[in-house]
């Protein structure tokens, strides 16, 4: 880690508070090229009606559209919960140089958690991958994000019973 990461981390972490601001699952990333802030993103699948709509990817297209190429070789991508297979594709097609997130993902984790996209030889793009930045705030969130949300369905369920 070197000290501009959890700095960052942070500023991803804020994007994902706007994420849970408007109901959409707390995740946030950032592109950063020399220092500076290329792009940025929070999920928001559930209010784009899209699917491809993660944080990740967001901040990949914002990113693009402000160097004005779909290459940004040189970048370092920073998001707050492990990438999936579909973000860690649009990361490599990307160019992206690094990689770093902060809470592991159990469930869809493609950088280690259940499977390792960077660490297949075979594949034509590598990159540095760090992760646990700040883990335990984007974990927290994800957390206290679901809780909120399964109680909401519990206390719904409760009153369409009566």
């Known amino acids: 880690m070197n000290n501009d990461d959890s700095g960052f981390m942070r500023v991803a972490l ?3 508070a706007e994420a849970e601001e408007v109901g959409e699952v707390p995740v946030g ?3 950063v090229r020399n220092g500076v802030i290329l792009g940025r993103g929070y999920n928001c ?3 784009a009606a899209d699917p491809t709509a993660h944080a990740e990817v967001m901040a990949l297209r914002n990113a693009a559209k402000n160097v004005g190429n779909y ?3 040189d970048c370092t991508l920073y998001v707050t919960l492990e ?3 579909m973000c860690v594709g649009a990361i490599f097609h990307a160019r992206i140089g690094r990689l770093v997130y902060g809470a ?5 984790g493609a950088c280690g958690s259940v499977i390792d996209l ?7 793009h590598h990159m540095q991958v760090t992760g646990d930045i700040l883990a335990e705030e984007g974990a927290e969130k994800l957390k206290l994000f679901f809780e909120k ?3 909401t369905a519990t206390k719904r369920h409760a009153d369409e019973s009566c």
């Not at 592991?104 to 869809?108: E, M, P, Q, R, W």
């Not at 960077?118 to 034509?124: C, K, Q, S, V």
């Open 14 to 16: 804020e994007l994902a």
């Open 29 to 31: 990333a950032v592109v």
């Open 45 to 47: 699948p559930i209010s």
């Open 71 to 73: 290459r940004l070789a």
């Open 83 to 85: 990438p999936c297979v």
């Open 104 to 108: 592991a993902d159990l469930k869809t």
């Open 118 to 124: 960077p660490a297949e030889i075979r594949l034509n």
């Open 149 to 151: 949300r399964r109680k």
